[in-house]
């Protein structure tokens, strides 16, 4: 069961560290990717990272302040935001492609596994 957490409140300019883990076990040699879905928009990919490879794509218009990072030791993939913007408040979600190793998809229909979302709200 992927797990995220690490959202909240925070002021427009802030960071925020979202993390993902795997309850039970290890994420394999999965890809592991962060989505959001802000209100009335649809899901839509921010970052994926190969466990195995370590390799990492981020959404054009993110990279820069969005930065994804993977801890074997403590089998947990993070996601970095910086210089957050309102238009970032949305519900983050971590999920799991597990019939891929290194090639990352954008499309949220790979991923076979889901978190539950974590709430990111940006004040402004």
């Known amino acids: 069961q992927l797990q995220a957490s690490g959202g909240g409140l925070v002021q427009a300019g802030g960071s925020l560290r979202l993390s993902c883990t795997a309850s039970g076990r290890t994420f394999g040699d999965y890809i592991i990717a962060w989505f959001r879905q802000a209100p009335g928009k649809d899901r839509e990919f921010v970052a994926g990272i190969s466990w195995k490879g370590g390799n990492a794509i981020h959404r054009d218009s993110m990279r820069g302040r969005f930065s994804i990072s993977r801890d074997n030791g403590k089998n947990t993939v993070y996601l970095q935001i910086n210089s957050v913007q309102p238009e970032d408040t949305a519900v983050y979600y971590c999920?799991?492609?597990?019939?891929?190793?290194?090639?990352?998809?954008?499309?949220?229909?790979?991923?076979?596994?889901w978190g539950q979302g974590t709430q990111v709200t940006v004040s402004s």
């Open positions: 999920a799991v492609d597990s019939d891929r190793i290194y090639t990352i998809s954008s499309w949220s229909g790979e991923y076979d596994q």
